[in-house]
């Protein structure tokens, strides 16, 4: 049986010039809110392998159609060009299973369960944050979305579908680093957790007593992010010693 299973893109979304979303009919591919699976199309002529694939978190909750990916394009990158000019009845191939440990299922308890991404790393969040188990494992969620301009908060519709779903126990707190915008919070992740304007914005403490966080996007973002939550006595997670924190980085 071939690894890859071969898909139909269904849908498209275009948020800026560098910003897409694919849908993709392939019904035999499963996972996990919070995993990745890994999406392929046919490598140059003159390639070692025949397909030429990359990670992409599922932006779709589990069981439901078509699967959903969100991407930025890197223009000199081999995949995400061609991704992006995709158009609905092309294929794409997916690998047939789904990997990775970022899922709500792998957390250990916490009253508040904080997700914090950069640009894409947004992805996985949506997908956890569709499916009931953080709402019945976690008190509160709190989402940041932290980009360099306003127009790449995107998804505002699943996002206020989510906060109409769980009055009370959401918040979303969107973040611009390079402009001022409406609603939003001006600067870095890491900066506002250490000077605070995190916690009060969301209205709940962010501490190593309380507090579980998740990390996806930038591996720079999750480095300094990770090194304000450890100021804070919030560690690392693993299997075998639970912790504080739990990372995805993107590249
Ligand atoms: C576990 C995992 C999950 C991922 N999920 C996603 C996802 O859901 N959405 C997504 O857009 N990407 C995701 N990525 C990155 C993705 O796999 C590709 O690397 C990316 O789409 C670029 O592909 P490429 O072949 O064009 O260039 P590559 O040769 O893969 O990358 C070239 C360079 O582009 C930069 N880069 C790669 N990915 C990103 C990114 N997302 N944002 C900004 N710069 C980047 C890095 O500097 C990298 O060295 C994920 C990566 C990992 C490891
Ligand atoms: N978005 C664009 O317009 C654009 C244009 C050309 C190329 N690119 C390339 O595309 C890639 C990803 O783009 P992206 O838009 O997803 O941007 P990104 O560089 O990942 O930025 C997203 C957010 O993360 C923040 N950030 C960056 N480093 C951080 C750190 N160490 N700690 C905390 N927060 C941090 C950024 O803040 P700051 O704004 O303060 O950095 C921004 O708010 C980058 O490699 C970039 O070179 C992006």
């Not at 392998?49 to 991407?71: I, K, Q, W």
């Not at 908060?153 to 996002?159: H, P, Q, S, W």
Request: charged residues 20%; positive net charge.
């Amino acid at each position: 049986m071939s690894k890859w299973v071969q898909g139909t893109v269904v849908g498209r979304r275009r948020w800026t010039d560098r910003l897409h979303s694919l849908q993709v009919a392939a019904p035999e591919v499963t996972f996990v809110a919070g995993q990745f699976g890994r999406l392929a199309l046919p490598a140059p002529p003159g390639s070692k392998e025949d397909m030429l694939g990359r990670p992409y978190s599922f932006v779709n909750a589990p069981g439901t159609a078509p699967h959903e990916f969100y991407f930025v394009t890197v223009p000199e990158g081999p995949l995400s060009p061609r991704l992006a000019a995709l158009m609905p009845g092309e294929s794409v191939w997916l690998l047939r299973t789904a990997n990775g440990f970022f899922s709500v299922g792998e957390l250990p308890d916490a009253d508040a369960l904080w997700c914090l991404s950069t640009g894409t790393g947004l992805g996985p969040f949506l997908s956890i944050l569709r499916t009931p188990d953080p709402w019945a494992r976690f008190g509160r969620v709190v989402l940041v979305h932290a980009v360099r301009h306003g127009d790449e908060l995107t998804y505002g519709d699943v996002i206020a579908a989510i906060a109409a779903a769980r009055p009370g126990a959401f918040t979303y707190v969107p973040m611009v680093s390079r402009e001022a915008h409406p609603g939003a919070l001006a600067g870095r992740i890491p900066d506002a957790i250490r000077d605070g304007r995190l916690e009060s914005r969301a209205g709940l403490a962010l501490t190593a007593e309380n507090a579980h966080a998740m990390l996806c996007g930038n591996p720079a973002m999750v480095d300094d992010t990770q090194k304000a939550l450890a100021a804070r006595g919030m560690r690392r997670h693993r299997r075998r010693e639970p912790g504080h924190v739990t990372v995805e980085t993107y590249w």
